[in-house]
């Protein structure tokens, strides 16, 4: 579906204001409500008012790329639809510059019973192009599209995916201002998605606006400048797209483990914390010397639990009351160089007994994209039964082959996991720890990691 929007007087460099817009529906318990109130002598109201989007304001430069994320029914699709004029508000306004191409749903503003190449021109015919327009632009939809000959059947008989390949192409390529996607991708097979991404990054290269909306958010962060969380409504918050990202996140899981919290954790409070590890000891993936010993003091951080605290989820189950970040001697630093063993050490409380314990550990780039994953039970270590009131001190080691010059952040949880569909997060900690790579002119590193790949050749004559 696309749009064209009258220039509106506003600073050149914006391509939409949205000021003070609230959307307000009239729900009615019945069909009969509906009549009733409609024919009643004295006007009396059946209906109960929702706002959908309540009082939202906010700019959009040109050339910016914003994702919208929130939970289903927090106004998105409202939003998108008020922008492209299929709505229109109850109160505030919406202004935007340009020609607006929007994928709102599947096969949106097609005709199933025509072919694919005749939904291509009847679309582009509504939106003032000529037959000789869409002649120039045709071979490259239909090569975006890739449907090979399904492109002369009907639409009816297509796939979803085939729906969203044939809508994208249109919608991406007929020189829009503004483009607007309502999660539609999400449908398409990874090798679509990713065309789609570098049709995007390409269009915003160009100077195009992009709006999108996804529930996927680990995208959000490599793909958008902002982003937008909407609740209820409302504007949550809108800033830089990881922070954005990171709120929303902290709420989902906030609410996903709130009700479940071990109330043992409250008596293990104020106890002593010094201590020995109990004897089921061990390191997990590393090639190199075991820092751990028999004699190893149990540490614990009140500064460490106040840092963390707004970062940090699960049911209490266990809880990690302290994170250190080792070299290959075992001293505590924040900075290390090519290939240096890095260790991360958790100090875990426990609070229940835990027959499937695990541990897992992400490491996130300063714009917070993963970089790399683990998990106990993925590498095949395994820990015993460990007993309520237990204290256990866990360490991954990993070499460092991150890109220098940059600071890293570290993501660790701590599982009761039977299967990936059976789990108890214990405690989960977004930003456990942080640390630094310094550069190595000897090794330099111009991509994110490093991996010995290994090359080999043959020369015929």
Not at 17 to 28: A, E, F, G, R
Not at 305 to 317: A, F
Not at 450 to 459: A, S, Y
């Amino acid at each position: 579906m696309i749009r064209e929007k009258k220039h509106i007087p506003m600073t050149d460099n914006i391509a939409i204001s949205v000021k003070n817009v609230t959307k307000t529906y009239q729900l009615y318990n019945s069909h009969a409500d509906r009549v009733k109130e409609a024919f009643h002598p004295l006007r009396k109201k059946y209906h109960r008012p929702f706002n959908a989007l309540t009082d939202v304001s906010f700019q959009v430069e040109k050339g910016e790329f914003i994702g919208i994320i929130g939970r289903n029914g927090s106004g998105k699709s409202t939003l998108l639809q008020l922008i492209c004029g299929i709505l229109q508000p109850t109160a505030g306004s919406v202004e935007a510059n340009g020609r607006i191409s929007a994928l709102l749903e599947l096969g949106a503003g097609f005709n199933p019973e025509f072919t694919g190449r005749e939904n291509v021109y009847l679309n582009a015919s509504i939106l003032g192009f000529s037959k000789e327009d869409i002649d120039r632009k045709f071979d490259q939809i239909e090569a975006f599209a890739d449907i090979g000959e399904f492109i002369d059947q009907p639409v009816k008989i297509y796939s979803s995916g085939m729906a969203v390949r044939l809508s994208f192409a249109v919608q991406a390529n007929v020189d829009p201002d503004i483009l607007i996607i309502d999660e539609a991708i999400a449908v398409g097979d990874s090798y679509f998605q990713a065309k789609c991404i570098k049709r995007m990054t390409k269009l915003i290269e160009q100077g195009v606006t992009i709006l999108f909306v996804t529930h996927g958010v680990d995208a959000v962060p490599q793909l958008c400048n902002r982003a937008i969380y909407l609740e209820s409504g409302n504007i949550k918050q809108i800033g830089p797209s990881i922070s954005v990202v990171d709120a929303y996140l902290r709420d989902i899981r906030r609410d996903q483990y709130s009700d479940g919290l071990i109330e043992e954790i409250k008596d293990e409070e104020g106890r002593d914390d010094s201590g020995l590890v109990p004897s089921d000891d061990g390191i997990l993936n590393s090639g190199k010397k075991d820092n751990l010993s028999a004699s190893q003091v149990f540490k614990t951080d009140p500064a460490f639990t106040e840092k963390v605290q707004p970062y940090r989820y699960g049911t209490g189950g266990a809880r990690v009351m302290y994170i250190e970040l080792l070299d290959e001697h075992g001293n505590q630093t924040d900075t290390f160089g090519f290939k240096d063993l890095i260790t991360v050490r958790a100090y875990i409380k426990v609070f229940k007994m835990l027959d499937a314990f695990n541990c897992c550990m992400i490491v996130r780039n300063k714009n917070g994209i993963e970089i790399m994953h683990c998990t106990s039970r993925e590498y095949g270590y395994k820990f015993p039964i460990i007993r309520k009131r237990s204290k256990v001190i866990v360490d991954i080691s990993f070499e460092n082959i991150l890109k220098p010059m940059e600071a890293y952040s570290i993501h660790y949880t701590v599982n009761n996991t039977y299967s990936i569909q059976d789990q108890e997060i214990l405690d989960l900690i977004e930003l456990a720890a942080v640390f630094n790579v310094k550069s190595d002119p000897t090794h330099p590193i111009w991509y994110l990691i490093w991996h010995p790949f290994q090359f080999r050749h043959k020369i015929i004559q």
